[in-house]
């Protein structure tokens, strides 16, 4: 069966940085464009990076560019995401998901196929 499996979450100060991964399994990886979302505490799931299916194209919410970086390693069916210069409002557990042919530009739930079940990050003042 298909399996998300994120890591690299924790406790960091603000201005500090966490590097998150996430590896995939059962299904073919390079079919699938790649997001991460997250959801803090009393608020809806929200969109944060996504990458195309060869890595070639990024594309992240306006609160993350410039600090937050996606990238993919097709070989070892990992997707990343470098997280710097963190806020206390970046708080929140993050989760990537997978988008069958996806185009790597989208910000719709919906449209993810497949799920991990999230790491939490927390960032203190």
Same mark, same amino acid.
């Given at each position: *069966?298909? *399996?998300?499996? @994120? #890591? !690299?979450?924790?406790l960091v100060q603000a201005g500090g940085s966490l590097r998150l991964s996430c590896v995939a399994s059962g299904l073919t +990886?390079?079919?699938?464009?790649? !997001?991460? +979302?997250?959801?803090?505490?009393?608020? @809806?799931? @929200? +969109?944060?990076?996504?990458? %195309?299916? #060869?890595? &070639?194209?990024? +594309?992240?919410?306006?609160s993350v560019k410039g600090r937050f970086t996606i990238s993919r390693d097709n070989v070892k069916k990992t997707v990343y995401?470098?997280?710097? #210069?963190?806020?206390? @409002?970046?708080?929140?557990?993050?989760?990537?998901?997978?988008?069958?042919?996806?185009?790597?530009?989208?910000?719709?739930?919906?449209?993810?196929?497949?799920? &991990? *079940? !999230?790491? *939490?990050?927390?960032?203190? %003042?």
């Open positions: *069966q298909v *399996q998300l499996v @994120e #890591s !690299g979450g924790g +990886f390079s079919n699938y464009a790649m !997001g991460w +979302f997250r959801q803090a505490p009393g608020k @809806e799931r @929200e +969109f944060v990076a996504a990458i %195309s299916r #060869s890595g &070639g194209g990024t +594309f992240y919410a306006d995401l470098q997280m710097n #210069s963190l806020k206390p @409002e970046d708080t929140a557990v993050y989760s990537c998901a997978a988008d069958l042919f996806g185009s790597g530009k989208s910000t719709v739930r919906s449209t993810y196929t497949y799920w &991990g *079940q !999230g790491t *939490q990050v927390t960032v203190s %003042s």
